[in-house]
Structure formats: structure tokens, C-alpha cells
């Protein structure tokens, strides 16, 4: 199951343990039956980051952890190497909030709405700078485009903060809900990195999976 294969890659980045919070027994079922360990969390949560507080609950309730990542379910083919950078933003200590973009190459990237863009304030030769905005939009006008990477570590207080938070006028218009970070005073840094990891969004990204698996 593809669950099982994002279970596997967060594994191989050797970075703590892994659990997959899940709304449905099905998908519970098929984790634990391949080794892994799941959380069955509520199935009305407003968004994946309120399922992960629930979960982190659950699997770390005296606090014991520093940063926990929320990897959505739909990357089975993401490098562990990809995860790991997300941490690298925290070394901030004033970082909330760290995520992932990749340089957009694509023109046509640029235009599509499906392809959130990140607005950064990122010095020249660096790797990690300070996301301003986030839109579907092709924004800044000029310049570099960033693809923002759907992949988030929280610091667990950050978190705790964001999800008691309701959502906001921005997150409501472009339907992001990092912007309720923004928009409420959170810092959010996002590392660069090279590529964007393969979503699994349609038929035809199931089959690229597929080859792309069959291929190791």
C-alpha cells in the first residue's frame, strides 16, 4: 500500500520514530500489518496538522520530543534525504515553523494554480530562507519562483498554538492553511532543495510511482 511505502521512506531517514495518524481503521490495519505503528485519530479534524497534534498526544505525551514532522501520505517515492532537510530551518531558534520549496523551472509551473508558490526572503548562496507569503498565484512577479513542498516540521508548542488558532481571512482565499501561521504572527523558514518529490494525485501519478519503486 502506498501508506506503507511513505512509512518506509520517513523510516530511512533515521531521524526518530515514525507513526502514521490515520482517520480510517483500513489504512491503520495495513501499517501495523507491515511492522509499522499507527494512530487512530479523529475523522472530522479540519486539516492534517490537527490530526498530528491529536497524534502526537497519543505517542508523546510527556513532551519528550523537540520537533515532529507532519509527511503527508501521497510522497511514496520521496528521498530521505528530502525529509531530513526539513529539520534544517530549526536550528533557528525563532523558527515556529519550517518547510521545504524547490526552484520552479517550469514555465508552466508558474501559472498553475495547483502549484503553491512561496514567497522567500532568501540571501543569495543560501539555502534556507524566511517564507513571507504563499500563494497560487505567480508571485513575486519577477524573479525566481518557488514551489512550495507540502512537508512541515513544528516544534511541538508551535503546533499546539497553530491548531488552537482559527482559521484566517488569507487561508480561507487561497485555501492554505500555513498562511494562518503567517498571518498570526509565526515564523515559517523553508529549505531549498533540488527537486519536488512526486505527489500521487491522479492514475497517471500512480503508475510514475509504481515504475519509479519497481526501479530500486
Known sequence: PMIVQVMKRAAEAAIGPVVVAAAERQIADAVIAAG???????????????????ALGAVDPQGKHDAVINLQGDLPTIGPDVIRAVLGPLAE??????????????????????????????????????????????????????????IYAFRPRALRRFVDIPPGGLEKTER????????????????????????????ADLERAREILSAR
Not at 548562496?125 to 497560487?136: H, P, V
Open 176 to 203: 492554505l492553511e500555513q498562511l494562518r501561521a503567517l498571518e498570526n504572527g509565526m515564523r515559517i523558514d523553508a529549505a531549498r532543495v533540488d527537486t519536488v518529490p512526486l505527489g500521487v494525485d491522479t492514475p
Open 36 to 54: 509499522g505503528r499507527a494512530v487512530l485519530t479523529r475523522a472530522g479534524h479540519p486539516s492534517g496538522s490537527d490530526r498530528v497534534w491529536e
Open 93 to 150: 531558534r525563532n523558527v515556529d515553523i519550517a518547510t521545504l520549496v524547490a526552484e520552479i523551472t517550469d514555465d508552466a509551473e508558474g501559472i498553475d494554480p495547483n502549484v503553491v508558490k512561496a514567497v522567500l526572503s532568501i540571501r543569495p548562496g543560501e539555502d534556507i530562507g524566511r517564507a513571507l507569503y504563499f500563494s497560487r498565484a505567480p508571485v513575486p512577479s519577477s524573479g525566481t519562483l518557488y514551489h512550495h513542498i507540502g
